[in-house]
């Protein structure tokens, strides 16, 4: 298979370790980038949202390549040849997240079982896929949840993803509970986005159409739960009043 990634890149931030790490994988990629590097790897493109990086990168993708891989900058990959081997078998593969400490550490203890039976959500962290399969989900609209969008639409058009955690990628996120709070209401608010323009499998969609009268019940998780849910609250208000941002 001929691999191509994009990284994304809000800033300068972490691009030099990124463009090392992937030299040291022997992969070929660009980064699209928020802010103007002196780097031959690096292409410069206005910061707009994810969604639009991954739209201009559609033109970066050399011919040749038949499988895409999307990689956000600010992270570490690790096996990442076993995430390529469930491309004979799957037409997109999305990796488990290990984050450093924080909220994150048990909510992915949650959900990342219900995502080894159920996408309910993907980690653009990192994503392979094969080109045909990115060709087909461009252009990805406005939206803050480009990742899961992504996804869904794939299983839409009637291609079969693999959550993959034996390939894992490290990086941090929230450090507090009001912190988590406040994600957990943009990502599950990109996620409604994310329905809107797709049509995924019905128990996906019934996942989300239930979602609200479940939430009470992540107060039982302590803290933590208490910050999801608040989160899914406000998103569940912005998303009926029609807040649509498009970026993080």
């Not at 995430?83 to 909510?107: I, N, T, W």
Request: hydrophobic fraction near 40%.
């Amino acid at each position: 298979m001929n691999l191509f990634v994009v990284v994304l890149a809000r800033d300068r931030s972490h691009v030099e370790e990124k463009a090392a790490e992937l030299e040291r994988l022997g992969l070929p990629f660009t980064a699209v980038c928020g802010e103007r590097l002196n780097h031959p790897r690096v292409v410069y493109r206005e910061p707009r949202g994810k969604w639009d990086a991954i739209n201009f990168a559609r033109r970066l993708v050399p011919k040749d390549a038949d499988v895409v891989v999307l990689n956000d900058v600010d992270t570490r990959i690790h096996n990442f040849w076993h995430a390529l081997s469930h491309l004979h078998s799957a037409d997109l593969v999305y990796c488990r997240v290990e984050v450093s400490g924080g909220p994150q550490v048990k909510f992915y203890r949650i959900a990342d079982p219900i995502r080894r039976r159920l996408h309910v959500f993907a980690s653009g962290e990192l994503m392979l896929m094969k080109r045909e399969v990115f060709e087909r989900v461009l252009p990805v609209p406005p939206t803050i949840a480009e990742d899961t969008y992504i996804l869904f639409k794939a299983l839409e058009l009637g291609y079969k993803a693999h959550f993959c955690t034996k390939t894992y990628t490290t990086t941090r996120r929230t450090a507090s509970a009001k912190e988590e709070e406040a994600y957990k209401a943009r990502t599950t608010l990109g996620i409604y986005q994310a329905l809107r323009h797709t049509r995924p499998p019905p128990w996906t969609r019934a996942f989300y159409a239930l979602l609200p009268l479940a939430t009470p019940l992540l107060a039982l998780a302590g803290e933590d739960g208490r910050a999801w849910a608040k989160g899914i609250v406000k998103a569940l208000s912005m998303t009926i009043a029609g807040h649509n941002p498009a970026r993080f």
